[in-house]
């Protein structure tokens, strides 16, 4: 079975810019996730989405977007880019209950100049 | 949720089994305890879950006393492929997939 897909796994972008990442889950998996990982603040909890809904949402600003299509894909949308939005993001996906493992993807690198 | 203490780092060497502790004194009754595993430029890797008393699968075991207000990971015969960051998270049951990662403890195993 394949696993978490992200992509791109790289991305530069300058400041001011928005930019759009994309997860495609684990085939049957219904919840993706998003995380954002950086040396300074750890790996932190962006938001959750569960059959095209919302579930949970972490403490970002409203810069920070996603949405989930009807095949479980998701994306993610960063407005108005800045420098502190340097970061690994990290997608995971796991199946429909709560509590379920998570399996996370490679990640998508994003560099902000 | 509980705040999660583990230590920062921890070293050992080939063959040893290593044993982290993560403190949670605040859990809750329906809360339950799970341990990450995170290599560099990957994403964190699911190693073990458990309620109380003791879990064990093919990779590790996760010993949570009767107060349940810490567990220990415990590694049998580390390699140094081992070498990862771990982390210990508390989920709440009603609290959907959201994962809470602390600091988490940067194993190092030596040959």
């Known amino acids: 079975k394949a696993g978490v897909t992200q992509t791109p796994r790289y991305l530069i972008k300058t400041r001011g810019q928005q930019v759009t990442l994309s997860c495609s889950p684990i085939s049957g998996h219904r919840s993706v996730s998003w995380y954002q990982q950086t040396p300074g603040q750890g790996l932190q909890f962006l938001f959750e989405?569960?059959?095209?809904?919302?579930?949970n949402k972490g403490n970002f600003p409203g810069r920070f977007s996603g949405r989930q299509f009807s095949n479980s894909r998701s994306e993610m949308n960063v407005s108005t880019l800045e420098l502190g939005d340097s970061a690994l993001y990290l997608c995971a996906s796991s199946l429909a209950t709560v509590g379920n493992e998570q399996f996370f993807g490679p990640g998508t690198r994003l560099t902000v100049l | 949720l509980a705040k999660t203490t583990q230590p920062i780092s921890m070293d050992s060497y080939e063959g040893q089994e290593v044993n982290i502790t993560c403190s949670h004194n605040n859990i809750a009754t329906n809360d339950y305890i799970t341990w990450y595993q995170q290599f560099p430029s990957q994403g964190p890797r699911f190693i073990i879950q458990g309620y109380k008393t003791k879990v064990t699968n093919e990779v590790a075991s996760l010993f949570i006393p009767a107060d349940r207000k810490s567990s220990t990971l415990s590694l049998p015969r580390v390699s140094l492929s081992d070498t990862a960051v771990y982390y210990c998270l508390v989920q709440r049951e009603n609290a959907g997939n959201m994962l809470t990662f602390g600091g988490g403890t940067r194993l190092m195993v030596k040959p």
């Open positions: 989405y569960f059959s095209e809904t919302q579930r």
